[in-house]
């Protein structure tokens, strides 16, 4: 009896095991093949067998058997593709924005092959202004933890990425207007984030405006906005919406072309408003003597917050229409306000003792008898002008080498260009440019000044696209 008993004890166990594992190789089965017609989903055209091949079907692995085994029935999920909870639309065991997973909406179209259109099978053209999420994983293409807005399983910002939205146009291409693919074209005034990497162009913190792992500022990235045309030769090198010769940050770098814009200045300068009437007094001065019109908002004055001795100090600015930034330093005895000098060069007399007290006290300061002022453009070196009492101002700056620059510098076709200015010199081993602006003695007016670096700005934006575009092509 205990033995019968045992027999069918198990008899039943046995039968049991047997239907816990016949069931679970039914499950692996459906996961595997959800219309169990033979054809895995991984290969499976239709995965659900709705009669709706699987890159038109709104809900790929969800909907009611046309044919098979289990016509009739609805199988599968309810969840459509551009739904943020469907991590597996094509329920080939691969999620959605899995590395390897490079057929999103598995109907045999690479996510990167020229005619998939749809990646995510949503029904919305992955170019098209409403396809805010082009690889159905949830996230939207601008969000910051988007990081893969095609889901080809390359990082967007990744060198090897050339092609962030997928549409077959590489990023760097004449032919791609819209890196992203969010319906904003890359040269929009309303397209903040070009490569949709939820860092907006203009931000300190945005390296790469284009998205092709080149950083802004090296000497490879010959296309900043990845627009096709090469920097020297595009009117909006960062894709801002803002034309170079109105853009103080031409280059997108977070680097304004202000002085008093730089880190710290707020706290070298005291508040305009304590210092209201100061300000007026030398900017009067200055527009006179540089003679630039009341009219011209180009000029800024801003005085030291801290005291340098008898003398009231600070720094002059001015920014031309396109952007050409000339300052030098001011200073005047506090007690005569119309000895203004505007071209401040002081000489450190102290001892040279290393005592950093030394430096700082202003009785080993004198003012020197030269004068200095500076000058520069965006994304350009800077000029100095310098005279003595009574002697012409002139200028002296020199051009980055081919080996800071990738590219032969412009140094024949700027002695060509300079070639009127007086006793003008130039140095072809150290790439270095001097000359005189007249001869009347110091600098009569800011106009010359600009005149030269507009020439300078000019030739090398001209040379240097002319070099980047043989690159590009």
């Not at 802004?216 to 020297?232: K, L, P, R, W």
């Not at 595009?234 to 801002?240: E, L, N, T």
């Not at 008898?369 to 100095?384: A, D, L, M, Q, W």
């Not at 009127?420 to 106009?447: K, M």
């Amino acid at each position: 009896m205990k033995i019968t008993n045992l027999k069918i004890a198990s008899q039943i166990l046995a039968l049991g095991l047997l239907v816990s594992t016949t069931s679970a190789l039914k499950a692996q089965t459906a996961a595997n093949d959800l219309d169990r017609d033979g054809i895995p989903n991984i290969s499976d055209t239709d995965v659900d067998n709705d009669g709706i091949l699987n890159g038109s079907d709104l809900n790929i692995d969800g909907g009611a058997a046309k044919s098979g085994p289990l016509k009739g029935q609805y199988i599968g999920d309810r969840i459509a593709n551009d739904d943020a909870a469907e991590l597996d639309m094509d329920a080939d065991g691969l999620l959605d924005n899995a590395a390897n997973e490079t057929d999103i909406d598995g109907d045999g179209l690479a996510d990167n092959a020229a005619l998939e259109l749809d990646i995510d099978a949503d029904g919305r053209a992955d170019t098209a202004a409403t396809e805010t999420d082009i690889d159905g994983d949830g996230l939207a293409d601008n969000s910051v933890n988007e990081t893969d807005i095609d889901g080809d399983g390359l990082a967007d910002d990744a060198m090897s990425e050339q092609d962030i939205d997928g549409d077959s146009v590489l990023d760097n291409a004449v032919a791609e207007q819209d890196i992203d693919g969010d319906g904003l074209l890359d040269n929009a005034t309303a397209e903040t984030d070009i490569d949709g990497d939820a860092l907006a162009d203009s931000a300190s913190n945005e390296t790469d405006i284009d998205g092709d792992g080149l950083a802004d500022g090296v000497a490879g990235e010959v296309d900043t906005d990845g627009d096709g045309s090469a920097n020297g030769l595009d009117g909006d090198v960062d894709g801002d919406g803002l034309a170079n010769n109105s853009d103080a940050d031409m280059y997108g770098t977070g680097d304004i072309n202000d002085i008093f814009q730089l880190p710290g200045s707020e706290e070298a300068y005291a508040a305009d408003a304590s210092v209201a009437s100061t300000i007026a007094n030398v900017s009067g001065q200055i527009r006179q003597k540089l003679q630039i019109p009341a009219t011209d908002k180009g000029l800024r004055v801003r005085v030291n917050a801290v005291p340098f001795g008898s003398l009231v100090t600070g720094v002059w600015r001015y920014l031309s229409s396109d952007n050409i930034q000339v300052w030098g330093k001011w200073c005047y005895p506090l007690d005569n306000p119309a000895g203004l000098n505007i071209a401040t060069q002081y000489s450190y007399n102290g001892p040279l003792s290393g005592n950093p007290a030394d430096y700082v006290n202003p009785a080993n300061y004198s003012i020197s008898e030269e004068s200095r002022v500076y000058s520069g453009y965006p994304g350009g070196g800077g000029t100095f002008v310098s005279w003595l009492p009574q002697q012409p101002a002139g200028f002296y700056f020199s051009v980055p080498g081919e080996q800071a620059t990738g590219f032969a510098p412009p140094y024949q076709t700027l002695v060509n260009a300079l070639s009127a200015y007086p006793n003008r010199t130039s140095d072809p081993q150290y790439l270095t440019f001097s000359g005189n602006f007249g001869s009347a003695p110091g600098l009569p007016s800011l106009q010359p000044l600009i005149n030269l670096q507009r020439t300078v700005m000019q030739v090398s934006r001209n040379w240097y696209g002319q070099q980047e575009a043989r690159q590009l092509r």
